[in-house]
């Protein structure tokens, strides 16, 4: 394809992905009490007891509304995520040889249950954590009662869900690139020890500031760095193999 046909291709998968968010986008507003009451789950399963009264409030007069409309756009791209997958990888086919095509349609399902296990890992396990020990931490041991800014509630949770989504799309990146031959397994098991570096530093720079948080992102990166490797092995002995006998 020339350069301005790849223009032409991406023109068209913002198209399609900026469609789906935004159709997406306009039904979780429509039901934004639901979304709502759905991110402050993690936040409503702490014990009041032992933390303490948590409520959040508006810090401004359109604090509000801009967090609603933030959290329906953010509804809108992982809702829609499976299509934004699709069109991602389907501009990546477009500048691959025709047997390297075939293979990626076949990527974009894995890609999405990835993604939307990464959000559900933060979701249900290392958000509840995280405030149990920041919230536990200034309640316990400075007596201060939290009142947390909707807008930064919404953005911070969020944020958190798409980042695990996001990092969890690395064994599918990590598989293609071995199932095309462009990285080999032993490459891969080459740099472990400086993946398990930049998965620890990668966690610190994108969780908020408690352990549990980084330390859950650190080890699901490596896990599931490992596993690439795993299956990425396979494939690449079945691809030479198959060299081998034409």
Do not use: N
């Not at 992982?78 to 991602?88: D, K, R």
């Amino acid at each position: 394809m020339t350069i301005s046909e790849h223009l032409e291709e991406l023109r068209t998968r913002l198209i399609r992905s900026l469609l789906a968010i935004a159709v997406v986008f306009g039904f979780a507003f429509w039901q934004i009490e639901w979304v709502v009451e759905f991110m402050r789950a993690p936040l409503d399963r702490l014990d009041p007891e032992f933390l303490g009264s948590v409520s959040t409030v508006q810090g401004k007069v359109y604090s509000g509304f801009f967090g609603a409309m933030k959290l329906a756009f953010f509804t809108g791209c992982v809702g829609a995520s499976p299509i934004l997958l699709y069109q991602l990888w389907m501009f990546v086919a477009a500048g691959l040889y025709s047997h390297e095509r075939r293979m990626v349609k076949y990527y974009a399902i894995p890609g999405f249950l990835l993604f939307m296990a990464g959000t559900y890992v933060a979701y249900a396990f290392v958000m509840p954590y995280a405030f149990r020990f920041l919230i536990g931490f200034a309640h316990e041991q400075l007596g201060i009662v939290s009142l947390l800014e909707f807008g930064e509630y919404i953005s911070l949770v969020a944020f958190s869900m798409f980042v695990f989504g996001l990092l969890f799309q690395l064994p599918i990146v990590m598989v293609f690139l071995m199932r095309i031959g462009l990285v080999e397994p032993a490459t891969f098991r080459r740099f472990r020890r400086h993946a398990v570096l930049a998965a620890f530093t990668l966690a610190m720079v994108l969780t908020p500031p408690d352990p549990i948080s980084q330390i859950a992102l650190a080890i699901c990166m490596v896990l599931l760095y490992e596993s690439a490797i795993v299956i990425g092995s396979t494939i690449a002995r079945k691809r030479d193999d198959q060299e081998l006998a034409r």
